[in-house]
C-alpha cells in the first residue's frame, strides 16, 4: 500500500473511518469523504496526518445527488494525482415499509448504495486503470436475504452485487472489483431493542458482533489479492448460513 491512494466514501465515522486509518497504517494516503460529517472528517483528516504529514485530502458531496458524483471523482483523483483504489463505503440505512416509501427514500437509498458507487467508478476508471486498481464495494449480507421493512435498501444493496460482478468482467484486466457484506459490525445509529439485538446475536454461529477491525482486514486482503476479483467475502461470523435471519 505505500504511496498508493485510497479513496473512501463515507469514511468520517464508524466501519469508513477505521478502514482509513487501517489502510494509512500500510502506507497508503487516504482521501476521506464526507457529506454532512464534516467535524469528524477533519479530526481524522488531523489525526493521520500528525502520523505521516500530507497524507490525507478532504472531500465533501452528496453521492446520492448525480450531478455532484463527477466533482466528487475529480476531486478525489486531484488531490495526490492519482488513484489507485476506490472503496464505495458510503450508505444510507433506514427501515422503508411498504406504503410509506417516498421519492426520497428512493434518492437517499438507492443514490448511496447502487447509483453512487456506479456512477463513481465509471468515472475513476480511466484513472484506476493507469495503476492496475482496485473497486471494492461495501455490500450486505441482506442483498441475499431481504431484511424485513427494508426493501428499497435490500434492492440497492442486490444491485450493487450485480454490479461488483458485472464490472470484474467488464474493467478486466486492468481493475479488480470485488465486494465486502457486513453481518452484525455495529449495531445501526437508529435505535434497536434489547430483545431485537438478542435475536440478531442468536441467528450468528459466532454468537458475537464482528469487529470494525474484520472489515478493514478484508479490504486489506481484497486490495492485495492479485488474482481475486468479481467475489463477495462475507465478513459475518457466519450468520448468512443461519436459516432465520429475520432481524
Keep these: 500500500m505505500k504511496d498508493k491512494v485510497t479513496f473512501i466514501t463515507g469514511s468520517a465515522k464508524r466501519i469508513g473511518a477505521h478502514t482509513a486509518k487501517y489502510l494509512h497504517s500500510l502506507g497508503s494516503n487516504i482521501v476521506i469523504h464526507f457529506d454532512k460529517s464534516k467535524s469528524e472528517a477533519e479530526a481524522l483528516s488531523q489525526q493521520l496526518n500528525k502520523i505521516r504529514p500530507n497524507s490525507t485530502a478532504l472531500v465533501q458531496g452528496s453521492l446520492s445527488d448525480i450531478n455532484a458524483v463527477e466533482a466528487i471523482g475529480q476531486q478525489a483523483i486531484d488531490a495526490f494525482g492519482r488513484l489507485d483504489v476506490l472503496i464505495n463505503n458510503a450508505s444510507s440505512f433506514y427501515p422503508t415499509p411498504i406504503g410509506s416509501i ?146
Design 102 to 247: 417516498s421519492t426520497d427514500d428512493w434518492h437517499s437509498l438507492v443514490g448511496s448504495n447502487m447509483q453512487g458507487p456506479l456512477f463513481l467508478s465509471q468515472y475513476c476508471a480511466n484513472t484506476l486503470a493507469l495503476n492496475n486498481g482496485v473497486i471494492i464495494n461495501m455490500v450486505d449480507i441482506h442483498a441475499a436475504r431481504p431484511l424485513k421493512n427494508h426493501t428499497l435498501y435490500c434492492m440497492a444493496k442486490s444491485a450493487l452485487v450485480t454490479m461488483t460482478q458485472s464490472l470484474a468482467i467488464e474493467l478486466a484486466p486492468k481493475i479488480r472489483v470485488n465486494g465486502v457484506a457486513p453481518g452484525a459490525i455495529l449495531w445501526p445509529e437508529t435505535q434497536l431493542k434489547e430483545e431485537d439485538k438478542q435475536q440478531i446475536l442468536e441467528q450468528i454461529p459466532a454468537q458475537r458482533l464482528g469487529q470494525m477491525q474484520d472489515i478493514a482486514h478484508a479490504i486489506g486482503f481484497l486490495v492485495e489479492a492479485t488474482y481475486v476479483t468479481g467475489q463477495i467475502i462475507a465478513v459475518d461470523g457466519g450468520r448468512s448460513l443461519s436459516s432465520n435471519t429475520k432481524g
